[in-house]
């Protein structure tokens, strides 16, 4: 009876423990990532295609329809969606440490957990943030280079051969780098902890910040890491990060297991 009973945490409960971890955690998380990639490698690609896809056609999108400034926020932009395109790695990567069935069947598993709730509420402070940056990033673009260009010819002769171009490509990559790392902060724990346990967005967002700012530059890392696997991932058409994703989001699992003390949450 009561190892079946599910525990609460206040919403406003103190975050809970984090761990200070070390470079090789880093490496290690990454290892274990690749390593459970590689168990589930067909039908993971099969499903890491959707994540891609939707990147190039939010991008064939842009520069079909008169919004070629907003291409680079956009394809940069699908890196903070990240977090939330990994949820079905998440549960797969907690349904494989449990020793239960885990395949690609089970990625949208994730909607079944007790904090589904919680998980909606994070990722619709994720998806905040990316409008927010397309916000930004247009509001830049107007106020540098002025109205959109005609061709993708016009923007790219505008962007690179002049002053203001290169404005916007320093203030623009500035004001990006601030808004990965604000995701970062807010989904590194909070997602994959709500996948595991129920214990309010609230509380996951809450320890999540503190798992970032108890370990700053080894974070400031694991963000260079992770975008330069999404850079390479999306040069060939997005079609790279169909490897990229799942590995990093089962990375980012592992990561989790070593940021925070599990044996502090509720069961669930």
């Not at 009973?5 to 423990?17: E, G, K, Q, R």
């Not at 690609?45 to 907003?70: H, K, R």
Request: net charge neutral; aromatic share 10%.
């Amino acid at each position: 009876m009561a190892a079946s009973t599910i525990a609460t945490v206040s919403p406003d409960a103190p975050a809970l423990p984090v761990r200070r971890i070390t470079r090789a955690d880093l490496d290690a998380a990454l290892r274990d990532g690749l390593r459970d990639f590689s168990a589930h490698r067909g039908d993971l690609i099969f499903v890491g295609l959707l994540y891609p896809a939707i990147g190039f056609i939010a991008g064939a999108a842009a520069l079909g329809n008169g919004l070629i400034p907003y291409f680079f926020p956009v394809a940069a932009g699908v890196a903070l969606l990240g977090p939330i395109a990994a949820l079905g790695f998440y549960e797969i990567a907690r349904r494989r440490e449990s020793g239960l069935e885990s395949d690609w069947s089970h990625f949208l598993d994730v909607v079944k957990r007790p904090s589904i709730d919680s998980i909606v509420a994070v990722a619709g402070l994720l998806l905040a943030v990316f409008l927010a940056w397309l916000i930004v990033a247009g509001g830049l673009y107007a106020l540098l280079l002025g109205p959109p260009p005609e061709s993708i010819g016009a923007f790219l002769t505008r962007l690179f051969t002049t002053r203001e171009g290169w404005a916007l490509i320093l203030v623009g990559n500035l004001a990006g780098l601030c808004f990965a790392w604000a995701v970062l902060s807010l989904s590194i724990v909070s997602l994959p902890m709500l996948v595991d346990r129920d214990v309010g967005a609230r509380l996951a967002v809450r320890t999540s910040i503190e798992a970032v700012r108890a370990n700053r530059w080894l974070m400031a890392r694991w963000g260079i890491i992770v975008a330069a696997l999404l850079v390479l991932g999306a040069i060939p058409a997005f079609i790279g990060l169909a490897f990229v994703l799942p590995w990093l989001g089962y990375s980012t699992w592992h990561l989790y297991t070593r940021l925070v003390d599990r044996e502090a949450l509720p069961l669930s």
